[in-house]
């Protein structure tokens, strides 16, 4: 049942991370971990990686390794493109090229971890 619903879920899940990250939030969220907002940057992109996978696999009907690479790149482009939009049309946020490092790596990071999965767990 919630193969049919992972489309929907993506898509809000897309829309609250694109909010959040074009939104002012200082002063809202303080994170006193060292690189705390990088691992963030890196937890959401494995999250929205997972769901585009899985989005392309059920909803698409894509193959598990076509699915996967499209899960990569789309977050990789929604990454680079929601930082271009925090210093274009934000006065608040700017666009930090490390952000972008931090999300492709969770997106590779959730690759890797799928790969790894449909390869020695699920034949």
Known sequence: MLKTYFYLI??????TLTVVCLVDLNGVIKVEISFGDKIFHSLAY?????????TFYYNFKFDKKRALIYAVI???IFGI???VLQGT???YRS???IDVFANSLG?????????LKNKYILK
């Open 46 to 54: 494995v999250v929205l990686t997972v769901l585009w996978y899985y």
């Open 10 to 15: 993506t898509l809000l899940y897309s829309i």
């Open 81 to 83: 493109i929601i930082e």
């Open 74 to 76: 789309v977050s990789i």
């Open 95 to 97: 666009t930090d090229i």
């Open 89 to 91: 049309v934000t006065t």
């Open 107 to 115: 997106a590779i990071f959730a690759a890797v971890v799928i790969g």
